[in-house]
């Protein structure tokens, strides 16, 4: 400021507030897997949706076209219940699924169910319909087949082990992230470890899922002299 002869310098705070112009977009629908006549938790991991310029709590997920063969649930911290979500103008929200308040219980017997929905942060709505879906396994346990292909490797590099290679399946009664090998003697040439492990730590895998074949999360690294023409796991 200035009267022709003093000067004074001041701050002038300006406070923007951001447009809501943006609206939520799904980024992840894995869907879920349930045994029958028992619930499952959603959680954001297989349904995750975001929206650039809104919070979690305010990306709404409107349901259209809702389950046959279950019902979908909410948790309310305060009775400690889970209630049912009403089949017509049924909603809840990303900061519900993230909470882990969000469920599906089956009760009826059929090979899959799903829901669809649109997304909303309360001022935009994407009008695009999505489909999670619902695999409903099976309670009768059948008998575990095994499938080992084998695999080659050269020296000093590393393969992927996925389900082309080595699967075991009981039929689809049992979710793959449950049927586990668990591994009693370790290759002597070489290392098997996880994705999520650095092949360099040295640590032992000792048990990986069928679901972490199908994903192609478990290698094989040949590191040591092979004087054998062949290496093995049990």
């Known amino acids: 400021m200035s009267d022709g002869s003093h000067i004074e310098m001041k701050k002038v705070y300006?406070?923007?507030i951001p447009v809501n112009d943006q609206s939520p977009i799904n980024q992840r629908r894995t869907g879920i897997?349930?045994?029958v006549n028992s619930s499952v938790v959603?959680?954001?991991d297989a349904l995750y949706s975001r929206d650039l310029d809104s919070s979690p709590s305010n990306v709404i997920y409107i349901i259209e076209i809702y389950t046959k063969y279950g019902t979908l649930q909410k948790y309310s911290p305060y009775t400690k219940k889970w209630n049912d979500i009403p089949d017509s103008d049924g909603t809840f929200t990303q900061?519900?699924?993230n909470r882990g308040?969000?469920?599906?219980e089956n009760n009826i017997p059929q090979a899959k169910d799903h829901f669809r929905f649109q997304l909303s942060d309360r001022i935009n709505t994407h009008r695009q319909e999505y489909t999670f879906e619902i695999r409903i396994l099976s309670s009768d346990k059948s008998q575990l087949i095994l499938v080992n292909n084998g695999i080659q490797v050269n020296i000093?590099?590393?393969?992927?082990i996925g389900s082309d290679v080595?699967?075991?399946d009981d039929k689809g009664t049992t979710a793959a992230s449950d049927i586990i090998f668990t591994i009693s003697e370790?290759?002597?040439?070489g290392r098997l470890y996880h994705l999520k492990d650095s092949p360099s730590r040295g640590f032992q895998l000792k048990k990986f899922s069928v679901a972490d074949l199908i994903e192609r999360k478990i290698y094989y690294t040949q590191n040591k002299p092979a004087n054998d023409s062949a290496d093995n796991f049990k």
Do not use: F, M
Request: no cysteine; hydrophobic share 40%.
């Open 14 to 16: 300006i406070k923007v």
């Open 156 to 160: 000093d590099t590393t393969v992927t």
């Open 95 to 97: 900061d519900d699924i």
């Open 101 to 104: 308040h969000i469920r599906y």
């Open 186 to 189: 370790q290759p002597k040439l």
């Open 33 to 35: 897997s349930v045994k």
């Open 166 to 168: 080595l699967l075991a």
């Open 42 to 44: 959603l959680t954001r």
